[in-house]
């Protein structure tokens, strides 16, 4: 609250002062207020001060000419104190696409139905000088368009379902997108159109028992509402956005704004201005001077300019403040001023601000720690923040159950066949799954037995042949894979217990300088992010060499695990050295450290083929004498002429670049030596082995706040869609990158591209050119210089241009996978939704292959799919060599899932874990009946159902899927967590699906007791282990139990015990 204080009082401070009085006070007359002269940094200062100068009720609409001046001005509104900001998001959709991103279309509506409700208090509406001409329902329609449920009241779920269906909602099996709605006793799941969640409505008879929001990934409800307000459909556009503001509201145009509101900002003087200018108003940017980020040096130049500047203010009794975005940038701000006691009397104040300006009508200098430490922060993209950690490794591994009709399926007792359908037995009445072997026989698989199947991935285009029924091939193939994955799983436990027993350097524990330099972090962690950095810090502080994958997709900060790693690297009297793929990666990690550690004395040096024999030779000296702390390089870095004298640390980027012969060079180089690694799209060896425990990983899956997925369209090549994509990503102020990667022709393509768009700046890029003329391109492109960067791959690794945000790729159906993905990763880093057009050729030559890789792109737009696109690059490039030639045999014979799982079994066996068995004990009880269909005909006094019902579970798929997740419940603690999932997704379960649990709570046990088999005769139970009968006395146990439900209680209370 006091900071609050502080910046409410300076603004008032500014308001008292005549000039800006005399402006103010037009606010709410006929009169327009103009300021100009307004530098770009104090433009959301003055629309605060406006702001705070009308009516609590009063509504202000603040007018900004692009997107990056519109996320600017709201990001800073906020600093400066003003509340219940509404951020109208562009309506923007892909070229060749009907309908625009749901996500965005989803914040769109949120914000246009919170503005039509017209909520009281003060709302600013900050949007671009596009949207106020965009076409929307009048405030009547969208006000109409919504239905308000509140928990307790009555609302016979058919009714709504009705409604659901009318306004155009999809009744499916399971919701996992906008516009759908699902169905399951008294559950009725609904995603509407404006929500970040769906949300699930529970009943009891027509009464809204509970309502909660739920994750579309898990199906699990994690936020209880007690009200929800669901926009079924768009209201159709009947007026502009312009024509939703009222009399008595308050329009703010900013610089560059082609409107004129009520309110004008303007950096120079109105067009119709007459007389001598009036500088009375003025605001001016870079008060301390503009300097570039530097080292070390160069930072203590600019504090001494910034001391004498700031001493001269507060002479001449100007009013000073300082903003610091946290607590440890403050106090590294007093450390410095310890000796100057008259700076320590300036106000210092909270929040971001990405630059300072002065005042010198009202006597005011506003300044930003990020000018005096060198940091320039943009403007983060307000962006509604996606779910945060969405089990994504889960998923991973759960998409290799995911089976369809046709696809080729592993039964682990009879081999590979063909999954044709689910149907119903006609002896039984029970669902199975009917499995194709050779010779046309069929097997019939109980869902209760969906466990021991799973989807088969072998050696991609090449289709293995189908096991015969009751042949002993599939048992000698499955043997074979068994003795060699001992083999190997035992070779890379012996390569990790040489790390594991080697002798390492324990960094020490986090020092002063290391908190101070990780609060100036400018951005928010995510929680993945917070996770890996800690793991990291245990690794470095251990007494065992580190080997840690860090794994995430492309942008989602790997770059700052690795920064702070080097960090405490260094701050403990190490030297570190990051190795990257390539010259252009190796330039930008080293501009990004040094901005990162300027204010600190920390040398920093780059070796590379862009270097001169000088810097080469200096660098490769200050290694030598240990003068170089960090240096960053591609594999020159592993040349025999580099001696590093202390070194401490390696981190080794897009590890999945390099090749075989280097990586079993860094591992000869780099024994006993801490190394990190990250990886964007983990080659799945990498990815797998990691999941499985045979080496230390963090996962970053969360997206930070300001990541959009990338709106992607695959279509032939066509120069009127290229033209109309580079056009309006031009006008949006934006840059565009273009792929072509045949140098042969680059020249013939860009004139063909020149023609298209005449005013566009192109540059070219590529591997060929001399290193002097690419580092230019590259430089250009990234200061802006240019609008179109045209080249081959080499923009494939770690180019982060945030301007960029659309990206044509010619000849796409050339690239592999992860090849694409990463190629769309560079575009969609700055919050503005961004655009992938994948060309292909016309002609039909493209094989299955390539398209199969296209179409993949497109499904997998979700941020954080790197682990999915892994996935899919096995199915179709194959397993291959993954786990080296020796295995891929293996794999072609078993598929890659079994064999992942004997993998992993084969590892906790060496590793000597004793994780919980699966509970493969088997139960027969006299009084236990498994078919649905059978039940029914039996007597519910001597018989009690243990199954899934199909009233509860009505998606065979779905009941698929929990059967097999039930078979996965190890332990009594598992099977409870799934009873809750179940209960939370599908209702109260019925006494049958208790039955169940309790059945198999009974196989856990006798499991772990090393009991084979449980059978229940009459009132006798009989335990078989090792071959032999247990008895009690010499007589099988009794159960005293009558009803069939006592004996199963009592079944399993007498196994507790054993």
């Given amino acids: 609250m006091a900071e609050d204080a502080s910046i409410s009082s300076l603004l008032d401070r500014v308001a008292r002062t005549a000039p800006f009085r005399r402006e103010l006070a037009k606010l709410g007359t006929e009169e327009q207020a103009v300021f100009d002269h307004t530098a770009l940094p104090g433009v959301p200062f003055v629309a605060a001060l406006c702001i705070n100068s009308v009516p609590e009720t009063c509504r202000t609409w603040v007018v900004t000419p692009h997107l990056r001046a519109q996320e600017s001005v709201a990001s800073q509104l906020e600093t400066w104190g003003v509340h219940n900001i509404l951020f109208v998001p562009e309506k923007e959709v892909a070229l060749g696409e009907e309908v625009g991103d749901p996500e965005l279309t989803a914040e769109r509506l949120n914000v246009l139905h919170r503005i039509a409700s017209g909520q009281i208090g003060r709302q600013t509406v900050v949007l671009t000088e596009n949207s106020l001409n965009d076409e929307v329902p009048s405030t009547r329609g969208m006000k109409n368009q919504g239905m308000i449920l509140k928990a307790g009241e009555t609302r016979p779920p058919d009714e709504l379902e009705k409604s659901f269906t009318e306004a155009g909602f999809e009744g499916v099996p399971q919701v996992i997108s906008r516009g759908q709605w699902s169905r399951r006793g008294g559950i009725l799941d ?72 009520h309110v004008c900002i303007l950096a120079a003087p109105p067009e119709d201005a007459e007389g001598e200018e009036d500088f009375s ?20 130049m600019r504090r001494e300019l910034a001391e004498r500047q700031i001493r001269e203010w507060l002479d001449r009794k100007w009013n000073v403040s300082m903003f610091f975005p946290n607590q440890a940038e403050e106090e590294r701000f007093k450390d410095i001023c310890a000796g100057t006691p008259a700076l320590l009397s300036i106000t210092c104040l909270r929040g971001d601000l990405p630059g300072g300006f002065s005042i010198p009508g009202a006597k005011t200098a506003v300044l930003s720690s990020s000018e005096l430490f060198g940091r320039y922060q943009s403007a983060t993209a307000r962006r509604r923040a996606s779910r945060e950690d969405k089990a994504r490794k889960a998923r991973a591994q759960a998409s290799l159950k ?36 050779r010779d046309n026989t069929i097997l019939h698989v109980p869902l209760s037995q969906a466990h021991l199947v799973s989807r088969y991935i072998g050696l991609g285009s090449r289709t293995p042949e189908l096991n015969k029924l009751g042949d002993s091939k599939w048992q000698r193939a499955k043997k074979s894979a068994e003795r060699s994955v001992a083999d ?9 217990a040489e790390r594991q027993t080697g002798k390492g350097y324990s960094h020490p524990p986090d020092s002063k300088w290391m908190w101070e330099f990780e609060s100036s972090f400018p951005f928010r962690e995510t929680p993945d992010q917070l996770r890996a950095i800690a793991q990291t810090k245990a690794d470095m502080e251990s007494t065992r060499p580190m080997d840690r994958l860090i794994c995430g997709d492309v942008g989602f900060g790997k770059t700052e695990v690795a920064i702070r790693a080097a960090f405490k690297c260094v701050t403990g009297g190490r030297q570190a050295a990051v190795l990257v793929p390539t010259t252009v990666l190796a330039e930008q990690h080293f501009r990004t450290f040094k901005s990162r550690m300027s204010e600190y004395p920390v040398r920093i040096e780059m070796l590379s083929r862009l270097n001169s024999a000088a810097e080469v030779k200096s660098t490769l000296e200050g290694l030598k004498n240990g003068s170089v702390d960090i240096v960053i390089g ?67 899956d969360t997206p930070p706040v300001n990541r959009q997925p990338v709106q992607t369209s695959v279509c032939p090549y066509d120069e009127r869609i290229m033209k109309k994509a580079m056009e309006r990503e031009l006008e949006r102020g934006g840059q565009i990158f273009l792929l072509h990667n045949r140098v042969k022709t680059i020249e013939l393509f860009r004139d063909r591209i020149q023609a298209l768009v005449p005013k566009a700046r192109i540059v070219i890029g590529h591997g060929q050119m001399p290193k002097d003329e690419l580092e230019k391109v590259m430089s ?39 090849d694409l993905y990463q190629l769309r990763g560079r575009v969609g880093r700055s919050g503005h939704r961004a655009y992938a057009y994948l060309m292909l050729p016309r002609s039909s030559s493209t094989t299955e292959d390539a398209r199969k890789r296209v179409s993949a792109i497109k499904q997998y737009t979700e941020l954080g799919s790197g682990f999915k696109i892994a996935m899919r690059d096995l199915e179709i490039r194959g397993a291959g060599n993954l786990l080296g030639t020796q295995q891929s045999g293996h794999i072609a014979a078993i598929g890659f899932d079994l064999y992942c799982q004997l993998l992993q079994q084969s590892i906790s066996h060496m590793q000597g874990k004793h994780s919980a068995p699966r509970a493969d004990a088997a139960l027969r009880a006299d009084f236990i009946v498994n078919s649905e269909t059978q039940f029914a005909a039996k007597s519910r006094k001597e018989y009690l159902g243990a199954f899934i019902p199909r009233d509860y579970i009505s998606d065979a798929p779905l009941r698929i899927a929990a059967y097999k997740d039930l078979a996965g419940a190890r332990t009594i603690k598992e099977t409870d967590a799934l009873l809750r999932t179940w209960e939370d997704r599908f209702g109260p379960a019925p006494e049958t699906v208790h039955h169940l649990l309790a059945a198999h709570k ?37 159960l005293a139990g009558i009803t069939p439900a006592e004996k199963l209680q009592e079944t399993l209370e007498m196994l507790k015990k054993i």
């Fill in 780 to 818: 250009s492109f990234v200061r802006g210089e240019a609008d179109i960067l045209l080249a081959t791959t080499i923009i494939e690794s770690g180019i982060d241009i945030p301007n960029a945000n659309t990206i044509i790729i010619d000849r796409a159906d050339r690239f592999g996978l992860a």
């Fill in 402 to 437: 995911d089976i369809n009709p046709g696809d080729l399926v592993v039964h682990t007792s009879y081999g590979i066949g063909k999954f044709i359908n689910i149907s119903t037995s006609p002896d039984s009445g029970d669902e199975e799954m009917n499995i194709l072997y």
């Fill in 488 to 496: 190997y799983a035992a070779q890379l436990l012996n390569v990790q």
């Fill in 190 to 261: 609904v995603f509407p159109l404006q929500s970040a969640n769906p949300v699930r409505l529970e009943f009891f008879d027509d009464e809204i028992e509970s309502i909660r929001e739920f994750d579309v990934d898990t199906q699990v409800s994690f936020r209880k509402v007690e009200h929800v307000n669901l926009v079924l459909q768009e209201a159709a556009s009947v007026e502009t956005l312009r024509d939703w503001i009222r009399p008595g509201d308050l329009v703010i145009t900013t610089p560059f704004c082609k409107e004129r509101g």
């Fill in 281 to 300: 108003l003025a605001i001016h940017d870079n008060p301390l001077g503009s300097f570039d980020a530097g080292d070390f040096v160069m930072q203590e």
């Fill in 634 to 700: 591609t594999h020159r870095l592993i040349s025999e002429d580099v001696s590093i004298k202390n070194l401490g640390l390696v981190v080794i980027d897009e590890e999945q670049r390099f090749g075989v012969k280097h990586k079993e060079k860094f591992k000869e180089r780099f024994k006993g030596i801490d190394v990190l690694t990250l990886s964007a799209t983990p080659i799945p060896r990498t990815l797998y082995i990691a999941l499985m425990g045979a080496r230390d990983m963090s996962s970053i």
């Fill in 1002 to 1038: 009974i196989k856990i046990l006798a499991t772990m007791a090393n009991i084979s088999m449980v059978e229940v005769s009459g009132q006798r139970l009989m335990l078989t282990r090792n071959g032999d009968f247990i008895l009690l006395s010499n007589k099988f146990p009794r």
